[in-house]
């Protein structure tokens, strides 16, 4: 059977899609990875797979060219007659979706990886596009499968009416391979408070560094990292001045984006998400779960389904920099506790989230989709 996996990004098929795409191939599968171009796309290639770029901008809006983006995506699978076509994210949901019904495609499984700014954001821009993009939703997801990483995203699209003909399910993230996160024999160090993520506003940035700046004012040699880099073309991106002002406090250390993530995780004492809205299922929660570190996060959607409060970690109201403070001065002066919510944590990814769990359901959503069942 030959798949495609389209997605809006390289970056994402290489680190969230290429466990999916080892056990296709395995199977005997035919796989073809599309995604705009990146730094990432000939490292698919040097793995042994098909990786074919296409221009998809993330933030194009001329009606033109969007329409001509569709029509080149509809073209490539009426030469390439894949048997399914899986689509990440919005836009790939909603061109990959309309290309994929004009390429006479029967097989189409959609996972909406996280709401996104339109339908999450109070902003007056946000609710102005809001009634397009569900419109557009409602289009692409009629008679498809849909992929929801957690519950409560499923919930919010049903109020809004857009999947009264589709086949739904919800798998918890897109796995995560527990041999390689996986602990490290602990050695005495520095405490350190990890956060892996875009730095965006909707990301509780700010939350993060005032609960370090409370943090040190009573344990001054805990050191707090955060992992990530602003996404200028996203809306919630920081800016360069409330950067400047961040790393002056010197309460937080601003690594950038960073590729040794194993190791980061490996040597945290607790990792956070602090995020104000929504999630899918956040992996950097995941990774610092595999790894046994206990996790602090915010009550919200996808956060809530990783952690299972006061037993893997903590869950704390989200822009309340001052209980995120609490709850993370709670295990910093527990070293037991820690020690306990993190083996607790391990054992809830390995359970629910591993690339195993995660992979045999997606095979049972192709399978209803119009492929065959695993082998």
């Given at each position: 059977?030959?798949i495609?996996?389209?997605a ?16 296709l191939?395995a ?6 990875l599309?995604?705009?171009p990146g ?6 290639r ?6 074919e770029?296409?221009?998809?901008s ?7 060219a ?6 080149r ?6 030469e390439?007659?894949p ?13 990959g979706?309309?290309?994929a019904r004009q390429?006479g495609?029967?097989?189409i499984v959609?996972?909406?990886t996280?709401?996104g700014?339109?339908?999450?954001a109070d902003a ?7 009634p397009?993009?569900l419109g557009?939703y ?5 008679g498809t ?5 957690n519950?409560?995203?499923r919930d ?11 086949g ?25 408070v990890l ?9 509780g940035?700010?939350?993060?560094v005032?609960?370090a ?8 040699d ?8 602003p ?12 950067l ?5 406090s ?7 984006q960073r590729s ?11 990792v956070v998400l ?27 959607p ?12 903590y869950?704390v109201?989200p822009s ?12 910093l ?5 820690r ?7 391990r ?8 690339d ?6 997606t095979?049972a ?11």
């Amino acid at each position: 059977m030959k798949i495609v996996l389209f997605a809006n990004t390289d970056w994402f098929l290489y680190n969230f899609k290429l466990s999916l795409a080892k056990a296709l191939r395995a199977r005997g599968d035919e796989v073809l990875l599309l995604s705009p171009p990146g730094d990432y796309g000939p490292r698919l290639r040097d793995l042994g797979f098909r990786w074919e770029p296409l221009p998809v901008s993330r933030s194009g809006v001329n009606p033109l060219a969007e329409l001509a983006v569709i029509r080149r995506i509809a073209r490539l699978y009426r030469e390439e007659k894949p048997d399914l076509v899986h689509h990440f994210t919005i836009k790939c949901v909603i061109y990959g979706s309309f290309a994929a019904r004009q390429a006479g495609i029967a097989g189409i499984v959609n996972s909406v990886t996280g709401l996104g700014f339109a339908l999450l954001a109070d902003a007056l821009k946000a609710r102005l596009i809001r009634p397009v993009v569900l419109g557009l939703y409602r289009l692409a997801l009629r008679g498809t499968q849909v992929v929801f990483q957690n519950r409560d995203n499923r919930d919010t699209l049903a109020s809004y009416g857009v999947l009264a003909n589709s086949g739904v399910q919800v798998i918890a993230g897109d796995g995560i391979d527990t041999a390689h996160f996986a602990p490290a024999p602990r050695v005495p160090q520095q405490a350190t408070v990890l956060m892996m993520a875009r730095l965006l506003h909707s990301k509780g940035i700010a939350d993060f560094v005032a609960a370090a700046q409370r943090v040190r004012q009573v344990r001054p040699d805990v050191r707090f990292l955060l992992a990530g880099a602003p996404d200028p073309g996203n809306p919630e991106s920081v800016t360069e001045a409330e950067l400047t002002s961040w790393r002056a406090s010197a309460a937080v250390e601003f690594l950038g984006q960073r590729s040794d993530v194993l190791a980061l995780n490996q040597s945290a004492s607790i990792v956070v998400l602090a995020s104000t809205q929504g999630e899918g299922i956040p992996r950097a929660l995941l990774e610092g779960a595999a790894c046994g570190v206990p996790m602090v996060a915010t009550d919200v959607p996808g956060c809530r389904d990783v952690v299972v409060d006061d037993e893997t970690g903590y869950l704390v109201p989200p822009s309340e920099g001052e209980r995120l403070a609490e709850a993370l001065l709670d295990l910093l002066q527990d070293e037991a506790k820690r020690r306990r919510m993190g083996e607790a944590a391990r054992r809830h990814v390995e359970a629910n989230f591993s690339d195993q769990v995660v992979i045999a359901q997606t095979l049972a959503v192709y399978a209803r989709a119009g492929g065959r069942a695993s082998a």
